[in-house]
């Protein structure tokens, strides 16, 4: 079913992709491709492409021509600021993150974006934060992200009694913007601490509170910020080496062991796990 649906979903962006190589909300006359629907889709299809799903020759390719064009009209713009020419931006914004990291993820990385990104930080929200810090960890400036991680850090709020951790975005966060989502904050939070600290207590108090924190038992709010959620939960099972597992659990009741289970990566989801205590029991 998942394969079938894979299939379904690549045929389906094939047909969405623009001339020009981006995905926007239309396509045919008057067509228009967008950043922040091309830059989610490129890293859709990077995910998908590491998990072996075969995709369009090209296709993954023209979609990262059309951000690195994008990120180079950027650049123009921050440079084009102190002296007032047109067009201009003040300062490198929440698109310009995600779109630098999808582009590091696809071995691009240009020193310039970078640059005005890390000056302009403090402009970032925090979801884009965990994001540029997810991006200087893939290109290895280890300074620059650990001031990221710092930053973001600044927002963690443990819970000590119920073992865990959470993101306080602070007030005005835009919700209704996609960076003002605060479990897609969490979940890239979570991913950005898979990829750095993997064993650390944060990273194992995170991964509780997203759990416990669905809305619906099995998905958060959307099919969006459920997908982003269980990437980051991935991302953290595979680090932590949690999908390893090798152990042996018994299972005691008023002291008396009454079952052993082993678990390891070949069972770890059909293992017997279930003990029914019936009448006098």
Known sequence: EVAR????????????QLSDGGWGWFSGYGEHSMPHTTAYVVHGLQIA?????????GMVERGVEWLKRHQAQEVRELKNAPTKTRPWKDSADN??????????DAGQNSLEMRDFLYRDRNNLSV????????????????????????????FLVQDNENQTAYLRLPEGNYWWYWYGSESEANAYYLKLLAATDPK???????????LNN???ASYWNSTRDTAVSVEALADFLIASGEDRPEMTVQVLVDGRNVKDVEINESNLFTFDNALVLSGPQ
């Open 5 to 16: 649906m894979v299939k379904d979903g690549v045929n389906r962006l094939t047909e969405m």
């Open 49 to 57: 492409r590491a998990n072996g799903v075969q995709l369009p020759g």
């Open 95 to 104: 698109q310009d993150a995600l779109t630098y990291m999808v582009l590091a």
């Open 127 to 154: 979801y884009a934060k965990a994001m540029f810090g997810l991006a200087l960890h893939k290109i290895g400036d280890k300074e620059k992200r650990d001031m990221l991680i710092q930053n973001v850090g600044q």
């Open 200 to 210: 650390g207590e944060k990273a194992a108090r995170l991964v509780k509170y997203v």
């Open 214 to 216: 669905r809305k619906h």
